[in-house]
């Protein structure tokens, strides 16, 4: 059965009436629970640069309706109550006897050889998650006995989300229960456990069959984040800073939003803005969003119909936006080559492009291999010196052992040049506006990276050298070392290792970062950004517009660090990789810009966000962002942008600097002046 | 979480004074020495009570954009707060603050509440700025004045809700005007005035509740 016909089936039956689904008629009870999912992480706000570095504190989503009496003219207002329930607060014992790893089977349990916690505690803790979940009930109880009677009367089914195969299947309630028991070794804290349940007394609605209780779900469900993808939240959870429960109305936000960021389009995150602009982002690794989807979807077709009912107007619906954002690109908007090309491998590299000589005759084939599918880990340190202009592409194995020699010789000079060749004078004006800031950068760049961990770390000394010398070797030239350079420097030093041939990549890479540019070729990228966004983007446009934002703050860490802090390392340095390319352009970094604002920003257009709020979001969603989708989305818009019958005079540049493949033999767009400012020159006037 | 104002602060001062230490101390309660480098602007919030009212700040905490300087001044628009800090145990960063000074006056709106900060006191061995020259300088220039510590957390909480304090005597005093965001404040949803006929603006039982920021 195709997935969404699973959602829509699981739905139906969570919302008691199968037939439902298909009309929008269907009858919502008070404290009826919708939806619930376990493991849905909150991650506190921390300095997160790479994925290792979030704080996962996983937690229980639910989402309940809740009819609410309006005080001013006692009419009945249908809303959902979305909460989110830290595991630790659920089940604090969950290490020793509750927990469930959900496995393909979804079916064994954890020895994990602790003894089981008192009664006494366990009973408090029983409490405690009373207490957390007595909003919810509404006050009303029952012993689990009335439940299973009503189980045996009414099976319920739930939706049941396993981790490492995230499908949805309909379970039922009393097989699923069963699941806590399966393992026979841990038959008698289970025991144990179920005896809790029993003797503590789980909730139920009586009058509702449909009400599932959140201890029981919590029994069923796992409560604790797995051990298998990468374990750094268990080790985190010491951590002083807890997220609490989490409960609103979603009727009072400003807007729902849901991000998918896999393909099948069942994970990711909802982000839930309240009216002062207040972010929660609740991520879901496990898949289960698009069941949110279905049943907030229905929950809005379901009030949409009372708002359109006679009597009432329009503006009381109280979703504002409900949006779901798939981003994905549609195979119309992708670049045609888009899947065709495939990533060089060392076969490939060696047997193809290399001739015997070794110099790559087909340099274009080398870049737009890179371009749409990258370079096998291995090839990074021997094709990166080529694409950051160490050497050319046309050089011999020999012409190369050559020049890395003097290139060697060249950088020994340098260093002994910084040790011995400054006036004492100079060396204290470089110690203090270079040095001492160096030496505090270095140890504070890419922290998380095995390779730079650690004190006394050789590779950060490396590090420090090569900045030092960089500022050396462009001491007459005015540039020396500018904060964020390290962070450059160190993927590439990771990569490549060896220091002199390092430093060389690095004076490349520094040819085309915006430390070295002077003030106007800034504002120069920041025009030509805007230039884009107003012809490829132009809703956006007149929302920076409106909002008088032409400074584009949002996009300046993007590109000064090249979307570093934007992505995860792996898919940042496949946008360097893109970029160093120069396959049809020398500013792809200004359409990897265009894509996350085309994929990203619906909302900031929809919720009209200012200046500081849209750096907020932006800011917000960094490491979130799915880097993939957004190298296929810039590779298309850099499409669209080729297919322009006419460019604007202010983009000339944009094309002027590219080499051959720019544009297509056929196509050649024409240039239009867009009418200048008086002491602004056409710079079609002036070629 | 309902609060009655937000308050917009900004850190400022040279690298590694410990301007994203004092927010994650103010922030988090905790203190990280190993950290990366700001780039940007990264942002803070916690809320506070002064007067028996929940304000919340939201800090700004800028660095390392010296390729954009001529426009990252605009971090500077709005912010109702700033603090700048200097480090005891390094004399030119406390010889920079005329400079910082001078650029936060330029590009800030008049009634901006500056907190001079001496931070890193726990390291009184290394100490190079006599407490005496903060206390002199923030005279001269109509600061309030503080030593703290992001590693011990000593002062850091005062340092942020005595600059709140000072910006809400400000407003009971009627200097700033709340609804000019430009000053950096916000009302709050629960002070605003509301529309009753807005849905849901009675239904207080299900409003927001959140735990983090």
Same mark, same amino acid.
């Given at each position: 059965?195709?997935?969404?016909?699973?959602?829509?089936?699981a739905s139906s039956l969570i919302l008691g009436d199968e037939?439902?689904?298909?009309?929008?008629?269907?009858v919502y009870e008070d404290n009826e629970m919708l939806f619930c999912k376990n493991?849905?992480?909150?991650?506190?706000?921390?300095?997160?640069?790479?994925?290792?570095?979030?704080?996962?504190?996983?937690?229980y989503l639910t989402c309940t309706t809740k009819?609410?009496?309006?005080?001013?003219?006692?009419?009945?207002?249908?809303?959902?109550l979305?909460t989110?329930i830290?595991?630790?607060s659920l089940c604090?014992c969950s290490?020793?006897n509750m927990?469930i790893?959900?496995?393909?089977?979804h079916k064994?349990s954890?020895?994990?050889?602790?003894?089981?916690?008192?009664d006494?505690?366990n009973t408090?803790d029983m409490q405690d998650l009373k207490n957390e979940l007595q909003p919810l009930l509404g006050g009303q109880t029952a012993a689990i006995d009335n439940l299973a009677a009503l189980l045996k009367k009414n099976p319920i089914t739930s939706v049941n989300i396993?981790?490492?195969?995230?499908?949805?299947e309909n379970t039922n309630i009393p097989q699923s229960y069963n699941c806590i028991v399966v393992?026979?070794?841990?038959e008698?804290s289970d025991n144990g456990c179920q005896g809790q349940l029993n003797s503590d007394g789980s909730a139920s609605d009586d009058n509702n069959p449909n009400w599932m209780t959140p201890e029981l779900l919590a029994f069923k469900h796992n409560l604790?984040?797995?051990?298998?993808?990468?374990?750094?939240?268990?080790?985190?959870?010491?951590?002083?800073?807890?997220?609490?429960?989490?409960?609103?109305?979603?009727?009072?936000?400003?807007?729902?939003?849901?991000?998918?960021?896999?393909?099948?389009?069942?994970?990711?995150?909802?982000?839930?803005?309240?009216?002062?602009?207040?972010?929660?982002?609740?991520?879901?690794?496990?898949?289960?969003?698009?069941?949110?989807?279905?049943v907030?979807?229905?929950?809005?077709?379901?009030?949409?119909?009372?708002?359109?009912?006679?009597?009432?107007?329009?503006?009381?619906?109280?979703?504002?936006?409900?949006?779901?954002?798939?981003?994905?690109?549609?195979?119309?908007?992708?670049?045609?080559?888009?899947?065709?090309?495939?990533?060089?491998?060392?076969?490939?590299?060696?047997?193809?492009?290399?001739?015997?000589?070794?110099?790559?005759?087909?340099?274009?084939?080398?870049?737009?291999?890179?371009?749409?599918?990258?370079?096998?880990?291995?090839?990074?340190?021997?094709?990166? %010196?080529? #694409?950051?202009?160490?050497?050319?592409? $046309?050089? *011999? &194995?020999?012409?190369?052992?050559? !020049? /890395?020699?003097?290139?060697?010789?060249?950088?020994?000079?340098?260093?002994?040049?910084?040790?011995?060749?400054?006036?004492?004078?100079?060396?204290?004006?470089?110690?203090?506006?270079?040095?001492?800031?160096?030496?505090?950068?270095?140890?504070?760049?890419?922290?998380?990276?095995?390779?730079?961990?650690?004190?006394?770390?050789?590779?950060?000394?490396?590090?420090?050298?090569?900045?030092?010398?960089?500022?050396?070797?462009?001491?007459?030239?005015?540039?020396?070392?500018?904060?964020?350079?390290?962070?450059?420097?160190? %993927?590439? #030093?990771?990569?490549?290792?060896?220091? $002199?041939? *390092? &430093?060389?990549?690095?004076?490349? !890479? /520094?040819?085309?970062?915006?430390?070295?540019?002077?003030?106007?070729?800034?504002?120069?990228?920041?025009?030509?950004?805007?230039?884009?966004?107003?012809?490829?983007?132009?809703?956006?446009?007149?929302?920076?517009?409106?909002?008088?934002?032409?400074?584009?703050?949002?996009?300046?860490?993007?590109?000064?660090?090249?979307?570093?802090?934007?992505?995860?390392?792996?898919?940042?340095?496949?946008?360097?990789?893109?970029?160093?390319?120069?396959?049809?352009?020398?500013?792809?970094?200004?359409?990897?810009?265009?894509?996350?604002?085309?994929?990203?920003?619906?909302?900031?257009?929809?919720?009209?966000?200012?200046?500081?709020?849209? !750096?907020?979001?932006?800011?917000?969603?960094?490491?979130?962002?799915?880097?993939?989708?957004?190298?296929?989305?810039?590779?298309?818009?850099?499409?669209?942008?080729?297919?322009?019958?006419?460019?604007?005079?202010?983009?000339?540049?944009?094309?002027?600097?590219?080499?051959?493949?720019?544009?297509?033999?056929?196509?050649?767009?024409?240039?239009?002046?867009?009418?200048?400012?008086?002491?602004?020159?056409?710079?079609?006037?002036?070629? | 979480?309902?609060?009655?104002?937000?308050?917009?602060?900004?850190?400022?001062?040279?690298?590694?004074?410990?301007?994203?230490?004092?927010?994650?101390?103010?922030?988090?309660?905790?203190?990280?020495?190993?950290?990366?480098?700001?780039?940007?602007?990264?942002?803070?919030?916690?809320?506070?009570?002064?007067?028996?009212?929940?304000?919340?700040?939201?800090?700004?905490?800028?660095?390392?954009?010296?390729?954009?300087?001529?426009?990252?001044?605009?971090?500077?628009?709005?912010?109702?707060?700033?603090?700048?800090?200097?480090?005891?145990?390094?004399?030119?960063?406390?010889?920079?603050?005329?400079?910082?000074?001078?650029?936060?006056?330029?590009?800030?709106?008049?009634?901006?509440?500056?907190?001079?900060?001496?931070?890193?006191?726990?390291?009184?061995?290394?100490?190079?700025?006599?407490?005496?020259?903060?206390?002199?300088?923030?005279?001269?220039?109509?600061?309030?004045?503080?030593?703290?510590?992001?590693?011990?957390?000593?002062?850091?909480?005062?340092?942020?809700?005595?600059?709140?304090?000072?910006?809400?005597?400000?407003?009971?005093?009627?200097?700033?005007?709340?609804?000019?965001?430009?000053?950096?404040?916000?009302?709050?949803?629960?002070?605003?005035?509301?529309?009753?006929?807005?849905?849901?603006?009675?239904?207080?039982?299900?409003?927001?509740?959140?735990?983090?920021?």
């Amino acid at each position: 059965m195709p997935i969404g016909n699973i959602i829509k089936k699981a739905s139906s039956l969570i919302l008691g009436d199968e037939k439902s689904s298909e009309k929008i008629d269907m009858v919502y009870e008070d404290n009826e629970m919708l939806f619930c999912k376990n493991n849905v992480c909150l991650h506190p706000p921390t300095v997160a640069r790479k994925e290792s570095d979030i704080v996962h504190y996983p937690g229980y989503l639910t989402c309940t309706t809740k009819t609410f009496i309006d005080q001013y003219n006692r009419a009945k207002r249908p809303t959902l109550l979305l909460t989110w329930i830290p595991n630790s607060s659920l089940c604090k014992c969950s290490h020793s006897n509750m927990e469930i790893r959900v496995n393909s089977e979804h079916k064994s349990s954890e020895g994990s050889g602790q003894g089981i916690r008192g009664d006494d505690e366990n009973t408090a803790d029983m409490q405690d998650l009373k207490n957390e979940l007595q909003p919810l009930l509404g006050g009303q109880t029952a012993a689990i006995d009335n439940l299973a009677a009503l189980l045996k009367k009414n099976p319920i089914t739930s939706v049941n989300i396993t981790i490492s195969n995230p499908q949805i299947e309909n379970t039922n309630i009393p097989q699923s229960y069963n699941c806590i028991v399966v393992d026979p070794d841990r038959e008698s804290s289970d025991n144990g456990c179920q005896g809790q349940l029993n003797s503590d007394g789980s909730a139920s609605d009586d009058n509702n069959p449909n009400w599932m209780t959140p201890e029981l779900l919590a029994f069923k469900h796992n409560l604790v984040f797995p051990d298998s993808a990468n374990a750094t939240p268990t080790v985190r959870r010491k951590a002083v800073m807890k997220c609490r429960r989490f409960s609103v109305d979603l009727s009072q936000m400003r807007s729902l939003r849901l991000f998918f960021n896999d393909d099948k389009c069942t994970s990711g995150q909802l982000v839930i803005a309240s009216r002062e602009s207040q972010y929660k982002i609740l991520h879901f690794h496990y898949g289960g969003l698009d069941h949110l989807a279905q049943v907030l979807h229905q929950w809005h077709c379901f009030l949409h119909n009372i708002t359109l009912a006679p009597g009432q107007e329009k503006q009381n619906l109280p979703y504002r936006h409900f949006m779901v954002c798939r981003p994905e690109v549609k195979k119309s908007e992708m670049h045609p080559d888009e899947g065709n090309v495939k990533k060089i491998t060392t076969n490939f590299f060696y047997g193809t492009l290399l001739n015997e000589k070794g110099q790559i005759e087909d340099d274009l084939l080398l870049r737009k291999c890179v371009f749409f599918g990258g370079l096998e880990k291995s090839l990074r340190k021997t094709v990166w %010196p080529f #694409l950051l202009k160490s050497y050319s592409f $046309s050089s *011999t &194995f020999e012409d190369r052992a050559l !020049l /890395m020699d003097i290139k060697r010789q060249e950088y020994q000079e340098i260093t002994s040049k910084r040790f011995y060749s400054m006036s004492p004078e100079e060396q204290v004006h470089f110690w203090k506006t270079v040095q001492s800031v160096v030496e505090k950068d270095v140890v504070r760049t890419d922290r998380s990276n095995p390779f730079f961990c650690g004190d006394q770390n050789p590779n950060t000394e490396i590090m420090k050298n090569i900045l030092l010398n960089y500022a050396v070797y462009n001491y007459n030239s005015g540039i020396s070392y500018t904060q964020g350079m390290s962070d450059l420097l160190a %993927p590439v #030093l990771c990569e490549v290792q060896n220091e $002199s041939e *390092t &430093f060389w990549c690095f004076v490349g !890479l /520094m040819q085309r970062a915006f430390f070295v540019c002077t003030p106007s070729d800034i504002d120069q990228t920041l025009s030509y950004l805007r230039e884009l966004i107003r012809i490829m983007l132009p809703a956006f446009f007149a929302h920076l517009q409106q909002h008088e934002a032409m400074e584009l703050l949002f996009c300046h860490r993007w590109l000064l660090l090249c979307f570093k802090r934007e992505f995860t390392e792996a898919v940042v340095i496949r946008m360097w990789e893109a970029c160093w390319s120069n396959y049809l352009t020398d500013y792809f970094h200004l359409f990897l810009c265009l894509a996350i604002i085309a994929v990203y920003a619906d909302d900031v257009i929809a919720q009209n966000l200012r200046t500081d709020e849209m !750096l907020l979001h932006f800011s917000s969603l960094a490491m979130y962002m799915d880097g993939q989708l957004i190298l296929r989305k810039a590779r298309g818009m850099l499409h669209q942008y080729r297919l322009l019958p006419k460019i604007p005079c202010t983009l000339s540049g944009l094309c002027k600097r590219c080499g051959p493949g720019m544009w297509d033999s056929e196509h050649r767009p024409a240039l239009q002046c867009v009418g200048h400012m008086d002491d602004e020159k056409c710079t079609l006037a002036m070629d | 979480m309902s609060y009655a104002y937000l308050f917009k602060y900004i850190i400022i001062g040279d690298t590694g004074v410990g301007k994203s230490c004092l927010l994650l101390q103010f922030t988090d309660k905790r203190f990280q020495p190993v950290h990366d480098l700001t780039i940007g602007v990264e942002f803070g919030a916690r809320m506070i009570t002064i007067d028996g009212k929940q304000i919340k700040l939201q800090i700004w905490d800028t660095a390392g954009q010296e390729a954009f300087r001529s426009i990252t001044r605009s971090y500077y628009r709005g912010a109702a707060g700033a603090l700048l800090v200097y480090d005891i145990t390094r004399r030119e960063t406390f010889n920079h603050l005329t400079t910082w000074l001078e650029d936060a006056r330029q590009h800030s709106n008049s009634n901006m509440v500056i907190m001079l900060i001496g931070n890193k006191s726990d390291l009184d061995s290394r100490r190079e700025v006599k407490k005496e020259e903060g206390e002199a300088f923030a005279r001269e220039h109509g600061l309030v004045f503080m030593e703290t510590s992001a590693r011990t957390a000593a002062n850091v909480e005062e340092a942020f809700i005595n600059t709140a304090k000072e910006i809400y005597e400000k407003i009971q005093e009627g200097v700033f005007d709340i609804n000019n965001e430009a000053n950096g404040i916000k009302i709050g949803p629960q002070a605003s005035p509301t529309n009753p006929s807005l849905p849901g603006s009675g239904g207080a039982a299900g409003a927001a509740n959140s735990g983090c920021c």
